[in-house]
């Protein structure tokens, strides 16, 4: 059942509506009461949800005999964005995974996001999918906050993404969904997967098995679920940056969830205008590459990569 669960006025008699699609088996012998939430597309660039959310609600409703439970899917959190292609809210010129929790008495945005807190509060398991940006793509991941993580990390197994990065509290914004509905009570696992403005058929299909294999570890589906990858799972201390140091075109020579070793060469800045080599990016370690940069225009001071060192 599609639903509205947040409006707001626009000009010219328009209107902004936030959508959810709830499927649940009314008719289950023994309902487990269980509700897990999939949101995506707080930032208008980021169209890698989109496809999981299609694809999940399509075999949900064709297997709806399956599911013990309620699913609730949110495609476009930020409608406006991801109409105009913007990856924030284009009136506002706006981060609106910068306003959570919101606030009922305050903007049109703010208004949006205290409504959206609202109606996600209490599931069992929300998972908050994003993309990267145009810049830069990344292996499915899930990130979490490091004071969450003795509850959060057993979940995040579940989904079978390749990598588990728990964050430094110092390094969480306290104004993203994810960060709100944790302190709440409400579980929330944020998915970092592919590239911005694209859809990674990969990684969705990876990130959607993930997906049914949680609902069946919650005893919400029946159905079919193929076994998932074992997540490698590290903290900031085990992470790389490496970055530019000149201004160009990036080239790289190497590709994702690769083994690295330091000082194996990455790519190379290069200038278009005399064709010159401004700079050789090697790996500062050993390890694997998990996000690389996709958009080639850097300065310096770029990020080119991260690596998860061995």
């Not at 590290?234 to 990036?250: L, M």
């Not at 690389?292 to 080119?304: D, H, T």
Request: proline residues 4%.
């Amino acid at each position: 059942m599609v639903e509205t669960i947040a409006k707001a006025g626009l000009a010219v008699n328009e209107n902004t509506v936030i959508r959810r699609n709830r499927i649940s088996n009314t008719n289950h012998s023994q309902p487990s009461g269980k509700r897990v939430c999939i949101v995506t597309g707080t930032h208008g660039d980021e169209l890698e949800g989109q496809y999981v959310c299609a694809k999940v609600a399509e075999i949900l409703s064709e297997k709806t005999e399956f599911l013990n439970g309620t699913v609730d899917i949110y495609p476009a959190l930020n409608p406006l964005g991801i109409d105009s292609i913007n990856r924030g809210i284009p009136l506002f010129d706006l981060d609106m995974n910068r306003i959570f929790p919101g606030s009922p008495e305050g903007t049109m945005a703010e208004c949006l996001a205290a409504d959206i807190i609202n109606d996600l509060s209490g599931a069992d398991i929300c998972i908050d999918i994003h993309s990267s940006n145009i810049y830069l793509k990344e292996i499915p991941q899930v990130r979490i906050n490091e004071l969450n993580e003795e509850t959060l990390v057993p979940y995040a197994r579940m989904l079978g993404c390749d990598f588990i990065w728990v964050h430094s509290s110092a390094t969480v914004l306290e104004s993203t969904l994810a960060y709100s509905l944790n302190m709440t009570g409400t579980k929330t696992l944020v998915v970092e997967m592919g590239v911005g403005m694209r859809i990674t058929r990969k990684y969705g299909h990876q990130l959607i098995n993930g997906i049914f294999n949680l609902l069946k570890e919650l005893g919400m589906w029946s159905g079919g679920a193929e076994a998932v990858t074992e997540s490698i799972v590290s903290s900031d201390h085990s992470i790389e940056f490496v970055n530019s140091s000149a201004a160009g075109i990036f080239v790289p020579c190497t590709d994702h969830w690769v083994d690295i070793k330091k000082g194996e060469h990455i790519g190379d800045v290069i200038d278009p205008v005399t064709g010159h080599t401004e700079e050789t990016v090697l790996s500062p370690c050993s390890g694997k590459i998990f996000t690389l940069r996709e958009f080639p225009v850097v300065y310096g001071g770029s990020l080119i990569a991260r690596i998860l060192g061995d």
